[in-house]
């Protein structure tokens, strides 16, 4: 079974930046996509950022394209978001997740996930 493990999350002003990070294991994880969402309260949970599996090609939704970085260290299990220049309106929780395909974007792709790291940026 995957597990998934988050760190990075925090307080910061607009404007700012911060750094999430996730530990996967239980799986092949160069071959698995690789993602992060993220949920505001009363919004439904959205894609920010992806990594397909094997060839390592990253997607962004166009909200923060140019702001966000996704990685992926597939000797470290380990997958991460820059994110630079934040607004408020990136205030949300979000979490990281696992599939069992080389590609996906969408929540029904996934089929593992963390249990999610607050972000909060202040105006």
């Known amino acids: 079974q995957v597990q998934l493990v988050e760190s990075g999350g925090g307080l910061v002003q607009a404007g700012g930046s911060l750094r999430l990070s996730c530990a996967a294991s239980g799986r092949t994880f160069s071959a698995s996509a690789m993602g992060w969402f993220r949920q505001a309260p009363g919004k439904e949970r959205e894609f920010v950022a992806g990594v397909s599996g094997i060839t390592g090609n990253t997607y962004y939704a166009d909200s923060v394209k140019g702001r966000f970085t996704i990685s992926r260290d597939n000797a470290k299990n380990t997958v991460s978001l820059q994110m630079n220049t934040l607004k408020p309106e990136d205030t949300a929780m979000y979490y990281c997740?696992?599939?069992?395909?080389?590609?996906?974007?969408?929540?029904?792709?996934?089929?593992?996930w963390g249990r999610g790291t607050q972000v909060t940026v202040s105006s």
């Open positions: 997740a696992a599939a069992d395909r080389p590609y996906t974007i969408v929540v029904t792709g996934y089929n593992y």
